[in-house]
């Protein structure tokens, strides 16, 4: 490995295990701690040692797991008890107020700024707002707004398909599946990303370009999270003409063709050709980075599982999941994803009851000798970069 580290026992401060640091006792073997953390095991059957970030769970490490069944179970009891899992209608009737008041500010003013190249600071706006409308329909997709699934499902399809152009249908349904199998290679669609390489595997399968590609990853990934706006549009415009899985594939086509319709007419109709063309690149340039950059801290360089590894609920959720710390204003950048061990361990959970969850949760792992992992924004990036840096290299 080319990064320096120190071996000791890791602190929530940015390797994660127990809040108070105490020394905890790991899930997998030669647990090494650094600040881009390292989970490696010696696979003498394999014949090499695991690179960052991809860790193996010892067998012996799983011999108690179905007595560890009913942690999970003890967890959830102490959730529902302190009503986390209660919804939050005032909340959210706010945000989406507010959400819903920001697109309309942002078109006025688009309209009134008329043929000028100032736009392109309105797309940026936009481009945060957009941004903000697809945190409400994540959290539609889990069911933390309302009860009923209906209700959800008219949330989402609003701000997926009319407001933000992503099929609410495709989305929940690849969201699921990595919310079943987190970072598990051959269940999680969010760790087979073209051109990205996240294992070993999948960076010794490439060729050509893609092997160049691969050696360079690190430095490109930020420059192509440019283009995760364009993917989203794409798969979701795919996933609607195919019909997969979704269940309301007319509402779905109907509101996705409208919000094409109407934000490719009022981008040329207000604007000359060549700025109504910038306008789009810096609107959807700038909303896949935000998205992206709000994503990826989650789950990448976090360990990586295989079907081998058969954790339970609770720990297969919690050690391959990443907590960014910060304050309410983080909160809100990050649409609550920087709680994401909570989020995990319990989907349905409102948005605005994660922060309170947080301790409660985090003391329950440190009990349970748990790792537990948390760190700030800027090194969550960096360990994301130098996971990549080193599958490719």
Not at 239 to 252: I, K, M, N, S, T
Not at 285 to 298: I, M, T, V
Not at 330 to 339: E, F, I, Q, V
Request: one cysteine or more.
């Amino acid at each position: 490995m080319n990064c320096c580290f120190s071996v000791r026992r890791a602190t929530v401060s940015d390797t994660g295990t127990t809040s108070s640091g105490s020394p905890i006792r790991p899930l997998w073997q030669g647990w090494i701690a650094c600040d881009c953390p390292v989970a490696l095991t010696a696979e003498p059957a394999r014949g090499s040692a695991w690179l960052a970030g991809v860790a193996r769970v010892s067998e012996t490490d799983l011999g108690a797991r179905s007595e560890r069944g009913s942690e999970y179970a003890d967890l959830s009891r102490l959730v529902r008890a302190a009503g986390l899992l209660n919804r939050r209608p005032g909340r959210y009737a706010f945000r989406v107020t507010l959400v819903l008041g920001c697109l309309g500010v942002a078109g006025v003013v688009f309209v009134r700024l008329g043929q000028s190249w100032w736009q392109t600071t309105v797309a940026a706006a936009l481009a945060v707002v957009f941004t903000q409308t697809a945190f409400l329909g994540h959290d539609a997709g889990h069911r933390q707004i309302f009860h009923s699934r209906r209700a959800n499902d008219v949330v989402g399809l609003v701000c997926g398909n009319l407001l933000t152009g992503i099929s609410y249908g495709w989305w929940v349904d690849k969201h699921n599946r990595h919310h079943a199998h987190p970072n598990t290679e051959g269940h999680d669609p969010d760790i087979v990303v073209a051109p990205l390489s996240f294992t070993p595997a999948q960076a010794a399968a490439q060729r050509g370009l893609g092997a160049l590609f691969v050696r360079h990853q690190a430095a490109l990934f930020f420059p192509l999270l440019l283009l995760e706006g364009l993917h989203l549009h794409v798969h979701s415009i795919r996933a609607v003409v195919r019909g997969d899985r979704l269940r309301h594939r007319p509402a779905e086509a109907g509101l996705l063709a409208l919000h094409l319709a109407g934000y490719i007419t009022a981008a040329f109709l207000v604007l000359s050709v060549p700025q109504a063309i910038v306008f789009i690149l810096v609107h959807q340039g700038l909303f896949g980075l935000y998205l992206g950059c709000s994503f990826a801290p989650n789950h990448k360089g976090m360990p990586i599982l295989t079907e081998a590894d058969n954790l339970d609920y609770l720990r297969r959720q919690v050690l391959t999941s990443r907590n960014v710390r910060g304050g309410l204003l983080l909160d809100a950048l990050l649409g609550g994803l920087n709680y994401q061990i909570e989020h995990h361990l319990f989907p349905s959970m409102p948005r605005p009851n994660l922060r309170r969850a947080q301790p409660l949760i985090r003391q329950f792992c440190t009990d349970h000798d748990i790792a537990y992992h948390e760190t700030t924004l800027t090194r969550s990036w960096a360990q994301v970069l130098a996971h990549l840096r080193t599958i490719g290299s």
